[in-house]
């Protein structure tokens, strides 16, 4: 069974970049059976798609964020991170990795979530 964990700061300041790490055990993230996906939940909101890697490396993103958002990976290492530039208060969250099912087509593993607070 695979797992997913998020790991960085927990405070970053206004106009700085967040930076957020998710490492996947159990499943390798080259498996072209699913993608690998950053959801984040800000307070009093619904969940919102961020965007994801798939198999071959390619990223696809929120067109809301896409000018702010990268994510990348490290095969070495089987994770993948998430950059979000330019942060405002509005960016706070909880951030969540996510495992995505392509034959499925529904998320299926999620990591426990990581709170990000923007503030000065």
């Known amino acids: 069974q695979s797992q997913l964990q998020e790991s960085g700061p927990g405070l970053v300041k206004p106009s700085q970049t967040l930076s957020l790490t998710c490492d996947v055990f159990?499943?390798?993230?080259?498996?072209?059976?699913?993608?690998w996906t950053w959801i984040r939940q800000r307070p009093g909101k619904g969940l919102e798609y961020l965007g994801l890697?798939?198999?071959?490396?390619?990223?696809y993103y929120s067109p809301s964020l896409k000018s702010r958002t990268s994510i990348s990976r490290d095969t070495s290492k089987n994770q993948f991170s998430l950059q979000l530039r330019s942060v405002t208060p509005e960016d706070t969250a909880m951030y969540y990795c996510v495992r995505y099912g392509v034959v499925a087509n529904s998320y299926d593993i999620w990591g426990q979530g990581t709170q990000v607070t923007v503030s000065s």
């Open positions: 159990g499943g390798s993230i080259t498996t072209d059976r699913y993608a």
């Open positions: 890697s798939v198999n071959d490396g390619n990223t």
